[in-house]
């Protein structure tokens, strides 16, 4: 009986997913795409082309797992369920158990069936020995979900039901249906990795992405895996290529070229020069040791300005030639946390995949592992303390952030000051130091949390570390502000100050306009508040100076929040120096402009508690002004006054007796903005 053809237009849905499978569809011409939906956003996961199957891996299920959508003119064949059960049947891809598939792809750990766990991806070893059997017109066997195990028939079984066994009737299907003879037992099925050559010169990178396939790769993350020097038969390279590749929605590539470079900054540039080539994620790339007992792993993502601050360190971490099950969950959660979250794929990985992963290793990954010097396990703490950091911010709900910090703290006891992760751990130990001084009030945190931050800096060449030195400096700056506002000790001021401005030593506003920024609102704040201390205003004019320098350099459009809190801090200094030099109006005006200036930055970003304080604060700056306007226009006759010996005439009297009374405005009423990025 001749199959029924159906043709379809260019953006027509075939079946939505979750409808009941009730049919078969075989493209014969034109194209089609499989997806699903996440949050209300299509993921495609590919396309089909001529003799393509759709909806058969959804037959057994009884419901379609994906939609598939018409994208040219597409003609199709149909059969029902019913029918495409009985052919597979009746080719023997079907098992004589009930509805099970008689082949499975041999597990990646040697038991467990990888399927579950992994979404299939084009150009793999599978993919290509589909093709034959398409052209001879037999289903593929990946048409069929791999769900399970197969139950085994033994050969004695069969030859009881052989001779009784009536045959199928056409146009009916049965739940149990034997078949003449048993197949043979399959050979497991390896999965190999596609290697893609080092440098790509002639082919496009299409066609190597699309290597022994003929649709188009689905769309995901993709992390290039390099080969690994010493591991001459692939062994180890092949090990971790299965592993990963069990984590879902994300493509594995792996390059046939080793990284030998011993400079971990000349192996992240090779690597990235990959990443661009093969447009990758991100790269994992493995050293083995002299001993060959462990390898240093290494991640690396694409160039960006817009790094991570919990992944700026922490990017290698140390685990064995052959890897425990907890231990292949970390490489795991490792790689996935590597990827910068600039996709919803990426994001997704993160906050849907990860959380659950951590949860079968925290305990493992928090304690020392057995075979690892004592940097190797600090290295691997501080990289499980940068998941938990990162996954705490992606997902609050999980609250990680005690754990993390106890294993930042745990690995600081661990490293040595040479290695590279010593200085960002101990500004990640300060910082959380700092959070509790600021939590409980307490200067002997602040205290413990400068020291943290100097041993830091002890670490640190100015020369060939500019960015970390300049941090540090911010940082101990940032805490010594706190610790002077306790005590209002001038040398807890002048320390503040000294900090900011060997920051500033190193920072330029064209490399890190953001961090000089901080910086230099940090040491005009500093000057600002050491002044209430005295009468004199060089230090105030200092700090107006200081900001007027801040906002010549921002961009409002581009920094808005910055641009904004300048604009706060210089209006309170102005209103602040002009209460200091009597009052005069030309200050205050200029404040009440610049604090109109940062409500408006505020009003337009969104920053509505920001804008509340802004708010507030020009309204007194206003009424500041009135006031002194109207003490201007009062005595400009001053003549008069001199006149009547500078009383008060009757008139003046009864308008005084009715007016209100004002408070005097003070600088403490005017509030200033500390720095805006507190981690």
């Known amino acids: 009986m001749p199959k029924k053809e159906i043709t379809f237009s260019a953006g027509d849905v075939l079946f939505k997913q979750g409808d009941p499978c009730t049919s078969v569809y075989t493209i014969v011409s034109g194209k089609a795409e499989l997806f699903y939906e996440i949050n209300g956003k299509a993921r495609v996961l590919g396309r089909k082309g001529e003799d393509d199957l759709l909806g058969a891996n959804s037959v057994l299920e009884g419901a379609y797992d994906t939609a598939a959508r018409a994208v040219t003119d597409l003609t199709v064949t149909v059969q029902t369920a019913d029918e495409y059960i009985e052919q597979l049947q009746r080719s023997g891809e079907l098992s004589p158990s009930a509805g099970a598939p008689a082949k499975v792809s041999a597990s990646f750990d040697g038991g467990d069936d990888d399927d ?51 045959a199928p009737v056409k146009g009916k299907s049965s739940a149990l249906v034997h078949v003449e003879k048993p197949k043979p037992a399959a050979a497991p099925v390896v999965l ?41 038969d692939g062994s180890v390279r092949d090990d971790i290529f299965r592993t990963l590749r069990q984590i879902p929605n994300m493509q594995v590539t792996v390059v046939d070229k080793a990284v030998a470079d011993s400079d971990v900054r000349r192996g992240a540039m090779q690597v990235r020069a990959w990443l661009e080539q093969h447009t990758a994620d991100a790269g994992l790339y493995a050293v083995l040791d002299n001993a060959g007992r462990v390898l240093e792993f290494h991640t690396v993502r694409p160039v ?61 990954a928090s304690k020392p592992m057995v075979g690892l010097t004592p940097e190797e396990q600090a290295v691997n703490l501080t990289a499980f303390a ?77 020369k060939y570390q500019p960015a970390a030195f300049a941090d540090l400096n911010l940082r101990i700056g940032n805490v ?104 005069k109006p030309d200050l205050l005006r200029r404040a009440v402009e610049v604090f109109s200036d940062a409500l408006r930055i505020y009003d337009r970003a969104g920053a509505r508690r920001m804008a509340d ?52 405005l003070t600088f403490e009423r005017i509030a200033v903005f500390e720095e805006l990025d507190d981690e």
């Open 116 to 166: 579950d766990f992994s979404f299939s991806f084009g150009g793999d070893d599978e993919e290509e020995e589909e093709k034959p059997a398409r052209r001879s017109g037999r289903p593929p066997r990946s048409a069929v979900p791999r769900r399970g195990r197969s139950t085994a028939v033994t050969r004695t079984d069969m030859a009881e039901d052989e001779e009784d066994e009536p």
């Open 192 to 232: 190999k990795p596609v290697v893609l050559p080092a440098e790509i010169k002639k082919s496009p990178i299409r066609e190597w992405l699309r290597e022994g396939a003929d649709e188009t790769p689905s769309f995901g993350a993709v992390v290039l895996l390099a080969s690994i020097a010493g591991d001459d």
């Open 304 to 364: 960006s300005g817009n790094e991570s601050a919990p992944f700026s360190a922490g990017t290698r971490f140390f685990l064995p030639v052959r890897m425990s099950d907890e231990q292949k969950t970390l490489l795991k959660i490792f790689t996935v946390c590597a990827l910068t979250p600039t996709r919803l794929e990426h994001e997704q990985l993160l906050r849907l995949f990860v959380p659950s992963l951590i949860g079968e290793v925290a305990a493992y």
């Open 386 to 462: 940068n998941v938990l950091s990162w996954i705490s911010f992606m997902t609050p709900e999980e609250n990680r952030q005690n754990q993390a910090a106890a294993l930042y703290e745990q690995a600081l006891t661990l490293l040595p000051a040479h290695a590279p992760e010593y200085v960002f751990v101990n500004r990640q130990v300060g910082l959380l130091r700092q959070l509790e001084g600021e939590r409980r009030d307490s200067v002997e945190a602040f205290k413990v949390a400068e020291e943290t931050f100097r041993k830091g800096l002890a670490a640190v060449s100015e």
């Open 480 to 583: 010594r502000q706190k610790i002077a506002l306790q005590t209002g000790d001038g040398e807890d001021f002048s320390a503040a100050m000294t900090a900011y401005r060997d920051a500033l030593k190193v920072l330029k506003p064209s490399g890190d306009a953001e961090r000089w920024a901080d910086t230099v609102n940090g040491l005009a704040r500093t000057m600002q508040l050491f002044s209430s201390y005295s009468t004199k205003t060089t230090l105030l004019k200092k700090a107006v100076e200081l900001y007027e320098k801040e906002l010549s350099v921002l961009d409002r459009d581009e920094h808005p929040m910055l641009f904004g809190r300048a604009c706060n801090n210089l209006a309170s200094a102005l209103f602040l120096l002009s209460d200091r030099e009597g009052g």
């Open 613 to 664: 304080v802004a708010d507030s604060n020009l309204k007194r700056a206003e009424r500041a002004l009135a006031r002194t306007e109207k003490e201007l226009e009062k005595n400009k006759n001053w003549l008069d006054d001199i006149l009547n010996d500078g009383g008060e005439t009757d008139a003046d009297a009864d308008t005084n007796t009715d007016a209100p009374a004002e408070e005097p």
